[in-house]
């Protein structure tokens, strides 16, 4: 029920680009991706709660794709702080009381 | 302000005994949540609360028991512990359901010895 994560790690250097991939096995209503540095409580990035809708702000935006109960988040022309672990959260069409957090995703953004 | 808070930061502890942790949230949100973070930094949900009353126990022991005396405070019990017990808990908070963006605290680093 936990959704996959990939890749597990990505390491970068500053204004390279990457992309995280959540990937659900059931039907999903909403995708929540927060980031959390390393000692500290995660943070929120964006809710995408339509299909095939994409948010974003800044150099960081993510797309929901409800037939492959896929979420990807796109970070652009990245910075030191985007260093952290990425989660998504995700809330299961029929059970929204809950969000189910992905396995993570280490990025490490070096100058 | 500190939107969410917990105490404490830190808890170190021997098997076998009782300890608290305490959350409070000054958002005047009206969901709050108990997250257990393990060494593996798989978050995982614990318990929910809707002004004051139990939305999910996720099929944790029952020696875990949460108690939210009114809904801007969400305490954790923990009795008897065990070494597995061992992780990061995060409280957190939502305006009212898990649709709506969660605020997390600065979670409580417990340790069993």
């Known amino acids: 029920q936990q959704p996959v994560q990939s890749p597990q790690a990505v390491i970068l250097r500053e204004g390279e680009d990457a992309v995280i991939n959540c990937s659900s096995s059931k039907a999903l209503y909403s995708v929540h991706w927060y980031r959390q540095k390393h000692g500290e409580a995660p943070v929120f990035l964006m809710i995408?709660?339509?299909?095939?809708e994409q948010k974003g702000h800044e150099k960081i935006s993510a797309s929901f794709n409800e037939k492959k109960q896929q979420s990807s988040l796109y970070l652009t022309a990245s910075q030191l702080s985007y260093s952290g672990t990425y989660f998504c959260?995700?809330?299961?069409?029929?059970?929204?009381?809950?969000?189910?957090f992905g396995t993570g995703t280490r990025l490490q953004v070096f100058p | 302000d500190t939107a969410v808070s917990q105490t404490p930061k830190y808890l170190v502890t021997q098997m076998g005994n009782d300890k608290s942790i305490k959350c409070e949230q000054n958002l005047g949100h009206d969901t709050m949540y108990w997250y257990k973070q393990d060494s593996k930094k798989f978050l995982k949900i614990m318990f929910s609360y809707n002004n004051k009353e139990l939305i999910i126990n996720e099929t944790v022991p029952n020696r875990f028991s949460p108690k939210s005396p009114d809904k801007a405070h969400l305490n954790l019990h923990i009795n008897s512990l065990e070494l597995g017990d061992s992780a990061v808990y995060f409280c957190?908070?939502?305006?009212?359901?898990?649709?709506?963006?969660?605020?997390f605290g600065p979670g409580t680093r417990l340790t069993v010895l």
């Open positions: 957190a908070s939502s305006q009212e359901s898990a649709t709506d963006t969660q605020y």
């Open positions: 959260g995700t809330e299961l069409l029929g059970n929204t009381d809950k969000l189910i």
């Open positions: 995408l709660l339509k299909g095939g």
